[in-house]
């Protein structure tokens, strides 16, 4: 098993910056690809960016892309999201998870993920 925990969420303004980390443990981190992934109250969770085990590709969903960065630490066994000029539309709970299956490249495929986080809110107010 995995574990895998979110922290880094809260309040913030529109136009600001958050940086949200998933810290693993319980198996080989860098053996697997990890994605965050976010869910409105009252919508379907959906695919914010992820990342290939080594860091090498990234992926983005199209509503983040330029102001969202993902990236890992390996030694860490911890995966980052930093989020910039955040829109209240962003506001979610956002989750971590890790892929095993597509390790090398990476998916947005949330229906791969195997180990899923508890969450972590990010409310963004206009």
């Known amino acids: 098993q995995m574990q895998l925990v979110e922290s880094g969420g809260g309040l913030v303004q529109a136009g600001g910056s958050l940086r949200l980390s998933c810290a693993a443990s319980g198996r080989t981190f860098s053996n697997y690809a990890v994605g965050w992934f976010r869910q409105a109250p009252g919508k379907e969770r959906e695919s914010v960016a992820a990342i290939s085990w080594s860091g090498g590709a990234t992926y983005y969903a199209d ?31 956002y989750y971590c998870a890790a892929d095993f299956s597509n390790w090398y490249r990476g998916t947005m495929d949330m229906e791969e993920y195997e180990y899923w986080g508890q969450g972590t809110q990010v409310t963004v107010s206009s």
Do not use: H
């Open 63 to 93: 509503s983040v892309k330029g102001r969202f960065t993902i990236s890992r630490d390996n030694v860490e066994n911890t995966v980052y999201l930093q989020m910039n000029s955040l829109k209240p539309e962003d506001t979610a709970v």
